[in-house]
């Protein structure tokens, strides 16, 4: 038996893509895309790059790249998470002006975040005082890498993470509620759970930002140097060969969890 | 026994209820959209706040306007709502949906699932279910949690008629079961003679009237309740007004105390941009009417239905001549 083909009115609107242009489409965006990581590897050796990983201190910027954005990750999680759920769920007075506060630092050049981050931590501001009685200080500081980190990567897990969990039902959320759960239990049993896919891909978009922060690092957190930073100094004084297995690790260590979480989101979503 | 005597306030208008249910007794609220009939239910479920009177059940006030602070939670006042949508947790099993609220156990709940059919199913997701058996689980479930008075608020109208009544009766032998009082919201006339012991009509928050399904159709105490109890259409002679059902003619007057008349259109005929109807009829208004139907737009369009070869009217306002 054939299925006849469905009314012109009911089929998709638009021109139909050839197998053929679709390929070479594929292709175009793929090596456009992929080009900067394939010269990466056609420029670099195994020899070239266990030398220079063997050069003393040369793991500290990942060590350092991969503690401060464990802390920026769950500071953001502490308090993104919240908020996000507030604002999907439409529970916070003027909502608009919560979400320009969060898109705004996605929105602002990192450069710029870094520079009016001097005027807000900097050593001669109110906050900058404050902390420097409790030994902090966020200047040339760990701790001002993790809030450089923490400034250029919660946009994406804030927004992202709010896009989750606007996507569950809020009648499922009820539905708990009637069956005896309190906020907290139907939030453990029925939210997190729906929302889990897409808070997955946020957090590991966030990984990838505050792992690959740079501009507002430049300024405010120039030292301890982390990987983003040892690239550019690298660069600076040695030259492009010497900063490319830097570079690398950087992929090696920011990529596997997005990449991750993206394909275990993919699966989570086909089976709800 | 549930006492609930109660008012929510509305943008549009408050809604009031008061009602009581005998344990096991099913009552049906009647009403069109926007009625105020899911806010009733909502309001027993403890999703909203009374702005007067309060609601008992058994010793227990779960709802009280004076102290809202005090109300007991939705999910511990013992009150169940199932929706239109069922609701079902898509990321668990059949089985561990049923199994959900903390009190079940999985011994009770496979025995529930598999007296409602739905022993072959405990493995599967929500989203391998038909709409039937999404309802059927979610009854299933609502009923783990120990309830001693379930809302339904039109749970199966998305369905076709057939297996909502099926699944109405498979809810009212469960319920009888279990000596759980209920309330079923509905639009539907025949859903709520199926269903309930007792009808309540509710338009724009107000209880129109109450009484068994059989006697709101037949002595429908004013042209509100007889159009929300099906009569299509209206006959004014002087004061008195004869509402007009497609098997059937009531007089609703006020003043003719609301009874007593049968009657059968035995003509219809157009004439010069007008409808008219001869009606012959028994009782208090016994005789034979000329009916004459003005096409005029003022008057809404008159439809002509044909049952058992009589041509019968709906849809029409019209005067006696």
Redesign the interface.
Known sequence: MTVPPAPAALRGPGVRVSTGAALVGALIVWVALLGPLIALFAHLTPGSVVSALRQPGALQPLLVSVLASLVALAVILLLGTPLAYLLARGRLPWPRIWEIGVILPLLTPPLVVGLLLIFMVGPNTAIGNALSHIDLSASDTFFALVVAEIYEAVPYYVLGAAAAFASVDP??E?????????RWRTWR??TA??AAPGLATALAITWARAMGAFGAVLIIAYHPFGLPMQIWVTLQETGLSSALPFALVLLVVALPLPVGAYLWSARARR?? | MLVADFEVARREFPVRLAISAQPGERLAILGPSGAGKTTCLEAVAGLLHLSAGQIVLDDLRLSRAADPGADLRPGHRGVGLLRQRAGLFPHLTVLENICYPPQASVELARETASRMGLGDLLGVRPGGLSGGEAQRVALCRALQTGVRVLCLDEPFSSLDQTLGLELLELVRTELVAAGVSSLLVTHQLHEAQAFADRVLVLDRGQILQVGDPRELVLRPNGARVAAIVGYRGFLRRGGQLLAVHPDRVRSVSQRTGGDGISARVVRVRPEGGRIDAEMEAQGEWSGRFHCRFDEAPELGSILLLRADGAPLFVGAEAVLD
């Open positions: 009648e499922l009820e539905a708990a509620t009637l069956l005896g759960d309190g049993r029925v759970p729906l089976r709800l």
